[in-house]
């Protein structure tokens, strides 16, 4: 459900002039980072059901900004505090991805630079502040 509307979203965007589209894909950047730990389905409908506003309003003759303002930091995030919370299944495999990246970068480094030993304390820290 969640790809799919990822996917059409992609889709619509091409309808947007480019002022629009600056508009909406600063609004959607903001929304899906600041989003991450809110359920998935809520913030992509959402992301689609503004767009789709958009679009309307740009048939019309209408500019973003005539039609929403200036979306401010504060209105997104009264918005994103509307999304429901993300399952703790979705939050620990978020954190598992964070760890592994970090995890990586470390064994690269430690294959990489001669003499180097990998150290088991930052990979410990490595995976608190994944958490």
Do not use: W
Request: proline letters at 2%.
């Amino acid at each position: 459900m969640v790809n799919e509307m990822i996917h059409e979203n992609n889709r619509l965007r091409e309808k947007l002039n480019p002022e629009n589209k600056r508009y909406y894909e600063n609004l959607l950047l903001y929304i899906r980072t600041a989003g991450l730990f809110y359920n998935e389905d809520d913030v992509e409908s959402t992301l689609v059901q503004i767009l789709l506003e958009i679009i309307s309003a740009q048939k019309n003759g209408v500019s973003t900004l005539d039609c929403f303002g200036k979306i401010s930091k504060e209105k997104a995030d009264k918005l994103i505090r509307g999304f429901g919370k993300a399952s703790k299944k979705s939050i620990f495999k978020l954190v598992l991805f964070i760890f592994a990246i970090s995890s990586v970068f470390l064994l690269v480094n430690v294959v990489a630079v001669p003499n180097a030993n990998l150290n088991l304390f930052v990979v410990l820290m490595c995976l608190l502040v994944s958490c």
